[in-house]
Every structure is written in C-alpha cells, then in structure tokens.
C-alpha cells in the first residue's frame, strides 16, 4: 500500500477506529501507539553489483501500558499529515514496524472496513535475490530442495 492509498483510505472512512491485523490473524493489541513516522532511505549493492536504493514510509507500532489509549482513522490522518513536509512523494510503499518478540518490518497486504474500524493487514517482507540471472539461479518460485544445488552460478556472485 503507497502512503496516498493509506491517506485516502483514512480519509474516507474518518472518525473509524484503526487497528492492526498481523500475518498470523492476530491482532495488534486495540491500545497501541504510532510511535515514530519515518522517511526511510536504503542505498544498497545487490548480489549482482547493481547500485539500488529504496524508499519507504514506515510506521514504528508500540504498545504501552496504557490501556485505555485507543486511536482513530482522523488523528492518524493527522500523524501523516505532520510529517508530509519529508514524506512528500506519496508513492512510496507504507511499512510497519511492530515488536512481538522481535521487531520485525511488516508490508501492508491489505485492509478491510467494518462499521467499526479500518483494519490494516500486514505481511511479512521476504529477501530476495536481486540478479537471479547472474546467480545462475531458477525463476523466483521455482527454488531447488534443501539439499539439492548450491544457489551460486558460474559467477559466484553470492
């Protein structure tokens, strides 16, 4: 989801609570906070030598021992439109960072709109060769067995 379809979602459907679904099905607890919103910029060299760099919008999730907190569609409208001034092309892809048992980075897969909520549900993020082509390796999804060929092609670039 891009920061400008997460806008528009809270826009249209202001005055809703706004929860947090995880992969798993659980749910964020209802009294977590948006802790930071964040511009984030990675300049990275994959596997094949290729200069990349990615930009994204990440929303740092925390629960603290409030319990009664609880937050709305409008003040996190709010939240983001603070922080247009560094997040301002809205193309950029939303994550999530959440800690249970782990922090852990998150995509958003999706949401769903009941009478009383929108509900964001996230994905886990995978790696990924970058330059399977170089790698020697197959198309994506047609990854050998545990056991079978090493990964590395004639080029060694892993």
């Known amino acids: 989801m891009t920061l400008q379809e997460l806008k528009s979602l809270l ?55 409030d319990f009664d907190h609880r937050i ?24 999530v960072e959440y800690e249970d048992r782990v922090i852990s980075q998150y995509t958003i897969s999706g949401y769903e709109v009941s009478d009383e909520a929108v509900i964001l549900e996230l994905a886990h993020k995978h790696t990924e060769c970058l330059a399977p082509e170089l790698c020697g390796l197959p198309p994506i999804g047609r990854l050998p067995a545990i056991g079978a060929a090493p990964c590395c092609g004639p080029a060694g670039c892993c």
């Open 11 to 65: 826009g249209e459907h202001s005055g809703l609570h706004f929860r947090i679904r995880l992969p798993d099905g659980a749910a964020v607890p209802l009294s977590f906070h948006v802790t930071e919103v964040g511009r984030i910029h990675k300049t990275f060299l994959d596997c094949g030598g290729t200069l990349r760099e990615a930009i994204t919008c990440q929303l740092q999730v925390w629960v603290g021992p």
């Open 72 to 95: 709305e569609t409008r003040k996190m409208a709010a939240i983001l439109d603070k922080a247009k001034a560094y997040l301002s092309d809205e193309s950029m892809p939303v994550e």
